[in-house]
């Protein structure tokens, strides 16, 4: 069956400019995840859905970051006024009842 | 707060060498515990996991054993092969949080 999608696959965009990163996860799956992986560094943890609400956006690193999640299903995270530091690989995650979680390729994004 | 600490690498190893990646961790209550594997271009992937002491986890001639006593979940391998070549990343899950916390990952290098 289809795997967790995300999309755009690659982003190069300049300061200052607002990006939107989508997350397909696999059917059924209820919860969701999103990661940071920046060169060097390991998982950083962003916010987890559970179906449409988010019980834990404690890794968001500023105001700038924000998800949303519509019809328990995609998955939508937006970079306001990006800043060079947030260049990363963007990962996605979906799980379905238990802990192992299913990740997608991610989103390369690069801030100019 | 929870936290997994795995050995730094590059680690490189010759074919048919023996593999220990360690990993230890901190975690309130009884957590279960992962390795995943990242495959060069690929996404993150589910290698093993233990869910309860002394539970051994295995796949593709991996093992890893759950040790409470010293909060262990090194990961081994008998012989080692080019195509095990990727970044490998313990991480654990408390079962009162959906959360996953991720190691920084430890990158293996096999050569012929």
């Known amino acids: 069956g289809a795997g967790v999608s995300q999309s755009p696959s690659n982003k190069v965009t300049e300061k200052g400019k607002d ?4 997350c397909d996860p696999i059917s059924g799956h209820t919860a969701l995840y999103w990661y940071r992986q920046s060169l060097g560094q390991g998982l950083e943890f ?3 859905f559970q179906g449409n609400s988010a019980p834990d956006k404690s890794g968001l690193p ?3 970051f924000s998800a949303e999640r519509t019809g328990g299903s995609v998955s939508t995270l937006t970079i306001q006024r ?16 238990g802990p192992t979680q299913y990740f997608g390729p991610g989103t390369r994004l690069l801030v100019l | 707060g929870d936290s997994v600490t795995q050995m730094e690498g590059p680690v490189t190893l010759s074919e048919e060498a023996c593999l220990t990646i360690n990993c230890t961790y901190t975690a309130t209550g009884y957590p279960s515990l ?14 093993l996991k233990a869910t ?30 080019v195509s095990d070549s990727a970044v490998y990343f313990c991480a654990l899950q408390v079962p009162s949080k ?10 293996l290098q096999v050569i012929p």
């Open chain 1, 19 to 22: 990006v939107e990163l989508r």
């Open chain 1, 46 to 48: 962003l916010i987890y």
């Open chain 1, 62 to 64: 500023s105001d700038r």
């Open chain 1, 82 to 97: 990006t800043q060079q530091e947030d260049s990363a690989v963007y990962l996605c995650a979906s799980s379905p009842q």
């Open chain 2, 34 to 47: 992962f390795w995943y594997v990242q495959y060069p271009g690929e996404g993150l992937q589910l290698l």
């Open chain 2, 52 to 81: 309860k002491a002394d539970d051994k986890g295995s796949n593709k001639g991996f093992e890893a054993t759950y040790r409470k006593e010293t909060t262990s979940f090194h990961l081994e391998k008998g012989s080692v092969q």
């Open chain 2, 98 to 107: 959906q959360k996953v916390t991720f190691g920084t990952g430890t990158k």
